[in-house]
């Protein structure tokens, strides 16, 4: 169970995080409104413990937001006001429960766990699975009635799979249930606790393995053996509950899509019969061996989606011979004749009302979609409208935007207007090939960092090697499988954005870098509204780093992003832009209001005292230039030389001030 603690008071503070640890809770820490209000907006909580008095955006705001958003996390709110009209301000305002300061910490404790099993009321107070048994309210498990002991990982991730076993879940999904935002560990990390935790079990004679891992998507509790009643009533039912499942995603949607093919077939079997007849005749032209090479491609992409694999294999077999390197003759005219007439046959033998693996996938929680996909935009191009229809049917209950295109000309309008993270080529099309559009990719500087995963029914190693060559990511063979399909666009987006982050990211603090922060300031100059530009430099750091370390340096460092990250709305740009030096823009706020905002951060920074390795106390303090966005310059590099100028001034007049 994950809980953020939103307290100003260090104290407090402390206390609760080490008597909730010892609960086995994982802990966020807020020390003010505005940061707790983000730390909601992006990670999973099942709990939020909230002062009433705190800086930036006090408690009762802080419950009004959260509901007004329509988020239903218990909240307990912790303050000394323990009067009737407080009491009702902050029930009204949305929290679930209210505790008095000072207060009995196992009446604390009594109350979280009354609010936890609130959200989880349906579950049994026990969590069993076989002879395996977990009990919450003492943190015990046991083996058939025999204590096992764990650490407090791997009791959490046992619980979390216990409590939600239907759920598979990601490295990256287990890392941002159980562990703080603040010490987040690698994959390997979660792994390794995932080992420990089998051997123990294994060792206490649990030899059958409860969790199981799915390759390629995470882990999940592996499904318990139903007693003999339970298998006889899921025989009874299993074949009305399978139809329902998969039906519920697509049983219109596949008879939908059948209907067009079928409007499409009847010509594209004309263009092959009559590409057949004039090879016959010796007078097979270049441009309609072409297009019967199309067109057959076509076919073999689509044909397996409705259950016709021997339908896809002939369709390919007819491309293959119109393919420019086949020397064609009469024999292998009469040889794709006969593919030919057996592919109609094939055709008339199809039954779309039998769901084909492609649609074979169960429709996605509203925490799967929010986990796969994330909102992301994907781009399909194919010149095959079936494909289009079946992609976007496919893909779009798991909450991703699809953005469909048949017309490769129009390709770079409506990359740029759409802004896709995953693109999805086809390798061959009529007007341009995916290879050529994929290269091209690859070579522009804005665009050669996407995600491009090919769609195609060939499998020859020329081919592969052909879409690797030119800067493919992966490929899925047609007819596409769904669920392997959504697998390997999850994996791709994933590594996609961890590598956007490591690319935009300071390591240090965990703030943008110079890149990032560039681009967001350069957005608030497009937009021509008047704005706030602000450097800011920390004082005597190599004096910092030569007494004190460089490792206590960098703790400065951050301390300070902390700081200045906390000051900021959610519209404002922080950035470090390298060694002691970092930018800030304040769209729609004044220049006096700007330099009011900064001598307040540091006023709290300089009373902060930092402890060296020798147990050495010192301090620290920043100096910071604001300049105003259009009366100071029109550009960034302008406002940077103004700014610059004033921290300059303020290094002449002994540092540690804020002008402007």
């Not at 076919?299 to 064609?328: C, N, T, V, W, Y």
């Not at 006969?338 to 046959?345: C, G, I, K, T």
């Not at 929680?365 to 796969?372: D, K, R, V």
Request: hydrophobic fraction near 40%.
């Amino acid at each position: 169970m994950k809980i953020l603690l939103v307290e100003d008071n260090t104290l407090t503070v402390e206390l609760l995080v080490t008597i909730l640890a010892d609960q086995h809770y994982t802990i966020d820490v807020a020390t003010d409104g505005l940061a707790g209000l983000e730390l909601v907006n992006s990670f999973p909580y099942d709990l939020i413990l909230l002062d009433v008095m705190l800086p930036n955006l006090d408690g009762i705001t802080f419950c009004e937001r959260l509901r007004s958003q329509g988020n239903q996390i218990p909240i307990l709110l912790l303050t000394a006001q323990d009067t009737v009209t407080n009491r009702v301000i902050g029930l009204d305002a949305g929290a679930d429960d209210y505790l008095a300061k000072p207060f009995d910490l196992q009446e604390l404790l009594a109350r979280v766990r009354a609010l936890l099993r609130r959200g989880i009321s349906t579950l049994p107070p026990r969590l069993l699975w076989r002879q395996l048994q977990l009990d919450p309210s003492i943190c015990e498990v046991s083996w058939n009635q025999v204590p096992l002991r764990l650490t407090p990982k791997e009791y959490a991730l046992l619980e979390l799979f216990l409590r939600n076993p239907k759920r598979i879940y990601s490295c990256s999904a287990l890392i941002d249930q159980l562990w703080s935002f603040e010490e987040p560990p690698t994959e390997d990390t979660v792994r390794s606790h995932l080992k420990g935790l089998r051997m123990k079990l294994r060792t206490a004679g649990v030899f059958e393995d409860p969790i199981e891992t799915v390759y390629g998507i995470g882990y999940r509790l592996k499904p318990d053996r139903p007693s003999e009643g339970e298998t006889k009533e899921k025989l009874k039912n299993s074949e009305l509950s399978s139809h329902e499942s998969k039906s519920e995603l697509n049983a219109g949607t596949i008879n939908e899509i059948w209907e067009r093919a079928k409007e499409n077939i009847p010509e594209r079997f004309a263009v092959i019969d009559s590409a057949i007849a004039r090879l016959r005749l010796g007078k097979l032209g270049k441009k309609l061996r072409a297009r019967a090479e199309q067109e057959a491609h076509k076919l073999a992409g689509s044909l397996g989606m409705f259950g016709s694999d021997e339908g896809s294999h002939l369709a390919r077999e007819i491309e293959l011979q119109f393919q420019p390197g086949m020397k064609l003759n009469q024999d292998q005219a009469e040889h794709i004749g006969m593919l030919f007439a057996a592919l109609r046959q094939e055709m008339e033998q199809i039954n779309p009302s039998a769901i084909p693996e492609l649609m074979s996938i169960q429709k996605p929680t509203e925490s799967q979609q929010n986990h796969i996909s994330k909102e992301a935009v994907v781009m399909v191009v194919d010149d095959d409208t079936v494909m289009l229809d079946a992609l976007k049917s496919l893909l779009e209950p798991w909450g991703m935007e699809v953005v469909t295109l048949n017309n490769p000309h129009r390709f770079w309008d409506v990359l740029v207007d759409k802004q896709p993270e995953l693109l999805i080529l086809d390798v061959e099309m009529a007007e341009m090939s995916g290879i050529d559009l994929c290269e091209n990719l690859r070579n522009n500087p804005v665009w050669s960092g996407l995600p491009i995963l090919f769609l195609t029914a060939r499998t020859d190693v020329e081919t592969m090697h052909q879409v690797f060559a030119v800067g493919a990511d992966d490929y899925v063979s047609k007819p596409i499988v769904g669920p392997e399909l959504v697998t390997r666009i999850h994996n791709r987006l994933e590594r996609s954005r961890l590598l956007q982050s490591l690319a935009e990211i300071d390591a240090l603090t965990g703030i943008a870098n110079r890149r990032k922060s560039t681009q967001e300031l350069s957005k608030l100059l497009g937009s021509n509204q008047p704005f706030c530009f602000a450097v800011v430099t920390l004082d005597h750091l190599k004096r910092i780093n030569r007494q004190y370390g460089h490792e206590k340096g960098d703790g400065v460092l951050s301390r300070l992003a902390e700081l200045l990250q906390r000051m900021l709305y959610s519209q404002e740009v922080l950035g470090r832009w390298g060694g002691k030096e970092f930018v800030i823009g304040m769209p729609g706020v004044s220049k006096t209001e700007a330099v009011r905002r900064l001598t307040e951060v540091l006023k709290n920074f300089s009373q902060l005292e930092f402890t060296s390795t020798n147990n050495i106390q010192f301090q620290a303090t920043f100096r910071a230039g604001v300049a105003q966005y259009p009366e100071d310059g029109g550009d960034l590099q302008k406002l940077y030389q103004v700014a610059d100028a004033l921290l300059e001034e303020g290094k002449q007049t002994g540092r540690n001030r804020v002008l402007g």
